[in-house]
């Protein structure tokens, strides 16, 4: 079965931290591309972070310095390392795994910053 599964969410104090988990299954994990995207309320979804199989990665300008993405490909896990936090980083965030040839999608796991 191909399935990713999003863990680590929850509620987090401003300028806390949590860390999120996506575990792959039914893919050839090493192959993809590992993106973290997020969806606050009424608004769009935003590309959050991303890493190739081969371990470059990427995270967007307004994220940057505060939070990391990696991945363990024996686990067939990404991770996404968030510091920090602030209370617009409240949504949504999803997890993609993408090759040129298939893409597929999380369901999503809440995160939300408040004190």
């Known amino acids: 079965q191909v399935l990713l599964r999003e863990s680590g969410g929850g509620l987090v104090q401003p300028g806390g931290s949590l860390r999120l988990s996506c575990a792959a299954s039914g893919v050839n994990f090493r192959i993809a591309t590992m993106n973290w995207y997020r969806q606050a309320p009424g608004k769009e979804r935003e590309l959050v972070a991303n890493?190739?199989?081969?371990?470059?990665?990427n995270v967007a300008d307004s994220m940057k310095g505060r939070f990391t993405v990696s991945r363990d490909n024996a686990k067939n896990t990404v991770y996404l390392q968030m510091n920090r936090m602030k209370p617009e980083d409240t949504a949504v965030y999803y997890c993609?795994?993408?090759?040129?040839?298939?893409?597929?999608w999380g369901q999503g796991t809440q995160v939300t910053v408040s004190s």
């Open positions: 890493i190739t199989g081969g371990g470059t990665n």
């Open positions: 993609n795994a993408r090759t040129t040839a298939w893409g597929i």
